[in-house]
């Protein structure tokens, strides 16, 4: 009998103040990612081409969009970094930690071909726990 393993498709994280929940779609494919803060009160809902993902050796980095602000010349972005989950056979959820990335970069001025100079990304990460699990809809 072999050890079959099978990929969790939906996660539900969360820490002190942020709860996100990251799904893809058992038969489309289509990634959902749900982000709500406690602190602003602010729920976002991202689907489909909002959700840019990147598998890296270290496990997957999925990015969003939060707010873009081109009068202040800055855009702020989340990125989850999901570790790598196998869930055993008949095992239908896991318990993992993951890491949140909240990105501020900094634009050029409107209508200029000019990059911005020096650093362009600020990052701020925390640690978040939940659960992976696979489910079908």
Sequence with gaps: ?????FEPNQFILHDRDTQIQYSIDYQTGIPKLDYQTLQVDCICHFSGDEIS???TTIGRLITV???SDFDQRSET?????LPTVYLPVNVMEQLIQAEIITTTRRLPQPRSWRRV???VETHQ????QGIA???EY
């Design 1 to 5: 009998m072999s050890n079959q393993v």
């Design 53 to 55: 993902l990147v598998a």
């Design 65 to 67: 969009t939060l707010t």
């Design 77 to 81: 972005l989340l990125t989850l970094l």
């Design 117 to 119: 100079e020096g650093q």
């Design 125 to 128: 990460m925390r640690s978040c």
């Design 133 to 135: 699990r696979l489910v």
